[in-house]
């Protein structure tokens, strides 16, 4: 039974580059959710979809991020220009309808370094 | 809005021994609680969750947690602690408002030493 799939795995970039993070979630969860997880601020959700649609993005750091989903098996979250300070773990979950009572499912995670 | 303390940075236990992590809450209304387990490289697993019913719940790899409504706590534990428990725990609370989000505390890093 395939998780949520996330990649890259690892990603090295410069700063200035675009960078773009995949995420294709668990068949049939109707909740997507991109988060970052630094040692300093520990784990900050970003953004949630509900049926593909953006509920809260509250938690977008600035408009040089940005996330789609297109449909209900594939999301990106895109940075544009990025920076040293973008650096850090971002994760993808996903979690069925009448999500507050199921538990979310993570990703492996996008290791993300600019250089 | 809701939030959670887990207010210890690192938790030392021999192998064998009971093991504890702390969680308290804080939420308007009856919480939703979960405890999630990361291993290095790794995303979040989910340990075990309370919604209502018994306040002792019990979960995956022999752990359990029991919910405080009074003392407003969510305390993780294992009766006796393996090596490979060695990982970063979180604790999350979601409020029963219709706001899906979940709050995560800091984690704390378990350490269990044989």
């Known amino acids: 039974d395939a998780g949520v799939i996330q990649s890259p795995r690892h990603e090295v970039t410069e700063m200035g580059q675009e960078v773009t993070l995949r995420c294709k979630p668990i068949s049939g969860h109707d909740y997507l959710f991109w988060y970052r997880q630094t040692m300093m601020r520990g784990l900050e959700l970003l953004i949630y979809?509900?049926?593909?649609?953006?509920?809260?993005d509250s938690g977008m750091p600035e408009d040089r991020f940005s996330a789609k989903m297109p449909n209900a098996s594939f999301s990106t979250l895109k940075i544009q220009p990025s920076e040293p300070r973008d650096s850090a773990v971002y994760f993808c979950?996903?979690?069925?309808?009448?999500?507050?009572?199921?538990?979310?499912?993570f990703g492996d995670g996008t290791r993300l370094s600019i250089l | 809005a809701q939030s959670v303390a887990q207010p210890e940075d690192q938790v030392n236990v021999a192998e064998g021994n009971p093991l504890t992590v702390k969680c308290t809450y804080s939420v308007s209304g009856n919480p939703y609680l979960f405890w999630y387990v990361q291993y290095p490289n790794r995303g979040l697993q989910f340990l075990l969750k309370y919604i209502t019913g018994d306040n002792l719940v019990k979960g995956s790899y022999g752990f359990e947690a029991e919910f405080n409504k009074s003392q407003t706590s969510f305390h993780l534990k294992k009766p006796s602690a393996l090596v490979s428990d060695s990982a970063l725990y979180f604790c999350a609370v979601r409020d029963m408002s219709g706001n899906n989000r979940l709050a995560f505390g800091k984690g704390n890093q378990v350490v269990v030493i044989p």
């Open positions: 979809f509900n049926n593909n649609v953006p509920i809260d």
């Open positions: 979950a996903s979690s069925f309808a009448q999500g507050a009572r199921q538990p979310q499912h």
